[in-house]
């Protein structure tokens, strides 16, 4: 659209119309000026939409797309981080056996006057091997785990036995002693 003035019998007929309408009296001094006048220009209404092809719509990011794009980045390097510092070497040690693991499982130990020594070095591929020493000093080879526990328990029992051969000579020996012992033991109890 565009521009185009008035004809001067369109202006004079608009005038009268508005005389007529507003109630025009000259003797009281109303003055009316119909006049062309041009609106300003308004923006274009429609705007030409130009095709653009799929790869053009894929490779116009906004500033939006591009700060995702980039937090999405950063976490996947955290994560990949992450993963290759803790997760792998964690994994790595649980999946690999350790040969060296069962001498440090198996410590040296003293108990009830009983020695059980960590394996020894000779690499014998029949499993770990541990040397016990009872209250006579016979060692005990032992050859897995279960059997090294069952030897221990044999010693025990053994010292066990030992120690209640001891008690009943040392009664047979002071019996007055004994009772003197055993009645203290039965008003602590009573006691408490």
């Not at 005389?19 to 209404?45: C, Q």
Request: hydrophobic share 45%.
């Amino acid at each position: 659209m565009s521009y185009q003035p008035r004809s001067n019998e369109d202006l004079e007929r608009i005038g009268q119309l508005v005389r007529t309408a507003a109630g025009f009296d000259e003797s009281r001094g109303d003055k009316l000026e119909v006049v062309n006048l041009r609106f300003a220009e308004a923006p274009p209404t429609v705007t030409e939409l130009v095709e653009q092809s799929l790869m053009q719509q894929l490779l116009s990011f906004t500033k939006e797309d591009v700060v995702r794009f980039a937090e999405i980045g950063v976490i996947a390097l955290l994560t990949l981080i992450v993963l290759m510092v803790v997760v792998r070497p964690l994994l790595k040690q649980v999946l690999t056996p350790d040969p060296g693991a069962a001498t440090r499982a198996l410590p040296m130990f003293m108990r009830n006057g009983v020695a059980i020594a960590a394996p020894d070095s000779t690499g014998d591929p029949a499993g770990t091997r541990a040397l016990a020493t009872g209250g006579e000093g016979d060692p005990l080879q032992v050859d897995m785990p279960s059997e090294r526990m069952l030897a221990v328990a044999q010693i025990k029992g053994q010292l066990k036995a030992q120690s209640v051969e001891k008690i009943g000579q040392m009664v047979a020996q002071n019996p007055a002693d004994s009772v003197a012992v055993l009645r203290t033991w039965i008003h602590e109890r009573a006691a408490a």
